[in-house]
Structures are given as structure tokens and as C-alpha cells.
């Protein structure tokens, strides 16, 4: 597996723009680890989910979204 060096990035344009972005992201930074990532990937190339399916799910699990 690819290593992930993970990192939330966002324009410095749209977080002029959306300060509220900042804090809305830090707990996803928090909560993504790299074997959290590689669980994510492998329900999507393998198990047969499509990627918006498995972020939901993600942050849903976490209380981050309803």
C-alpha cells in the first residue's frame, strides 16, 4: 500500500472567503489516520462502495455530519 502523508488543503482564496472552514476541517485532520485512510480506500476498491458512500459513513461515525 501507498503511504499516505495526509493533510487537509484549502486555497488560502476560499479560506479568506469561508473562515468557518477552519474549524468545520480540524476534526477530520484529527480523525484521519493513515490506517483509517487505508480502511477507507479499501472499501472503495474493493469492497464495492462508492466513495461518497464511505466519506458519509466516516464522518457520520464520528457525529461530524447527521
Request: charged share 25%; glycine share 8%; aromatic share 10%.
Amino acid at each position: 500500500f501507498p503511504s499516505y502523508n495526509l493533510a487537509v488543503t484549502v486555497r488560502k482564496e476560499v479560506l479568506d472567503n469561508n473562515p468557518e472552514i477552519e474549524e468545520i476541517l480540524r476534526p477530520i485532520s484529527v480523525y484521519l489516520s493513515e490506517p483509517i485512510m487505508i480502511r477507507l480506500n479499501y472499501l472503495v476498491d474493493a469492497g464495492g462502495y462508492e466513495p461518497d458512500e464511505v466519506a458519509e459513513g466516516f464522518l457520520k461515525g464520528l457525529g461530524l455530519i447527521d
